[in-house]
């Protein structure tokens, strides 16, 4: 038991720094780790796919609730969109994680590495190719300017199109319970032309939400098993509140490399477990 312990404290602080670091929110590592964990030893029977699923999204609760502190403080977040993003990202989340239930741990496991290969191979687009021209403005187009580090940046994009989107986003969150911010940043980035920081920062306060509604849904579902979630906690808000105070000192070319390389790895993981 103090060896799982302890596992559980490491995956809760290394998943809420990596994820605060880019704007993930961690579900990417702590999901996966907990599935191979699942898999490899008996002292993890109890992680099956709904109870994952249920601990990544409560986890998730405390690491962006400590990474949007700190972004707070910077005055990173970009507000109207991220509520735009809540509103969409809300009811997907509720459905996702209503429908995580009819799911097999080993099914799960397949799914969910395709899923983070779909993610690995999203960052190799490149933003001239999938950003929009900006839009012409009307009465459903948000435009947005923000300063970083001295320089004037904008972006404008369709507030319908957000919605739809993070509804879309919210659906996967709560099926697979990652968060929203892995498909979230590349999709502010790259189709909105969002700054990469204000788009990690902005991904973590949409996380906030989305995750508090997605876990109180699997809690009412009975997917949570608190004698082991509270492992995660401790490490989870300080890994979290660390992430967001290095994200503005590294290269985000660096940040997306490392990602790359851990998205690739344990999705070719998970998916060789799904399907043996």
């Not at 009819?102 to 950003?131: P, R, V």
Request: hydrophobic share 55%.
């Amino acid at each position: 038991m103090n060896l799982v312990f302890f596992i559980c404290v490491i995956i809760g602080f290394l998943s809420a720094f990596i994820g605060s670091l880019v704007g993930l929110g961690g579900g990417v590592i702590l999901v996966p780790s907990l599935l191979i964990l699942y898999e490899l030893f008996d002292s993890f029977n109890w992680a099956n796919s709904h109870n994952i699923v249920g601990i990544s999204l409560l986890v998730m609760v405390f690491t962006a609730l400590s990474s949007s502190i700190s972004y707070f403080k910077e005055k990173r977040i970009d507000y109207k969109s991220g509520g735009l993003f809540v509103i969409g990202s809300v009811p997907g989340g509720i459905f996702g994680s209503w429908l995580n239930q009819f799911l097999h741990t080993e099914i799960f496991s397949l799914y969910f590495g395709l899923l983070m290969f779909a993610i690995f191979l999203m960052f190799f687009f490149k933003a001239n190719i999938l950003k929009r021209k900006r839009a012409v403005p009307n009465k459903w187009t948000v435009d947005r300017e923000v300063f970083l580090n001295g320089t004037k940046q904008t972006y404008s994009f369709s507030s319908i199109t957000a919605i739809v989107i993070a509804m879309a986003v919210g659906t996967l969150s709560g099926l697979f319970g990652i968060g929203g911010g892995s498909l979230m940043v590349p999709i502010m980035v790259l189709l909105f032309g969002f700054p990469a920081h204000i788009a990690t920062a902005t991904s973590m306060y949409m996380i906030f939400f989305l995750s508090l509604i997605s876990s109180l849904t699997h809690i009412i579902l009975g997917h949570i098993p608190w004698e082991y979630v509270w492992l995660f906690i401790p490490g989870a808000w300080i890994g979290g509140t660390i992430g967001a105070m290095l994200n503005k000192r590294l290269k985000s070319s660096t940040l997306e490399w490392v990602l790359r390389i851990i998205l690739i790895v344990i999705g070719i993981r998970l998916i060789w477990q799904g399907i043996g």
